[in-house]
């Protein structure tokens, strides 16, 4: 079982940055993708960012060029940075990870980023 962990969202204004931090409860190092969703009100969940292991991160365009994934295995905790926030940005932000075995795939419990115009 893993439990993933998100913090970081919070309230800002258009053209600010905010940060999220996913936590596990395993190592990372162990896991085949990571990847951040997010759901806006009345909409459905669509995934922002995927991290392949041995290939590559591929970004929804419409945060190409603003948001950047990373992962820092010694923490068990992957990232999202999030710049030049914009009102279409708001939504729960959930971090995911599918592992090599089982391809089990887990989630964490949101995040809520929320940005003013």
């Known amino acids: 079982q893993v439990q993933l962990v998100e913090s970081g969202g919070g309230l800002v204004q258009t053209g600010e940055s905010l940060r999220l931090s996913c936590a596990a409860s395993?190592?990372?190092?162990?896991?085949?993708?990571w990847a951040w969703y997010r759901q806006a009100p009345g909409k459905q969940r669509e995934l922002v960012v995927v991290?392949?292991?041995?290939?590559?991160?591929n970004y929804v365009a419409s945060v190409k060029g603003r948001f950047t994934f990373s992962r820092d295995n010694t923490k068990n905790t992957f990232y999202l940075q999030m710049n030049n926030l914009k009102p279409e940005d708001t939504a729960v932000y959930f971090c995911?990870?599918?592992?090599?075995?089982?391809?089990?795939?887990?989630w964490g419990q949101g995040t809520q980023v929320t940005v003013s115009s």
């Open positions: 995911n990870v599918e592992t090599k075995f089982y391809s089990a795939v887990y």
């Open positions: 395993v190592s990372i190092s162990t896991m085949k993708t």
């Open positions: 991290s392949v292991s041995g290939a590559g991160t």
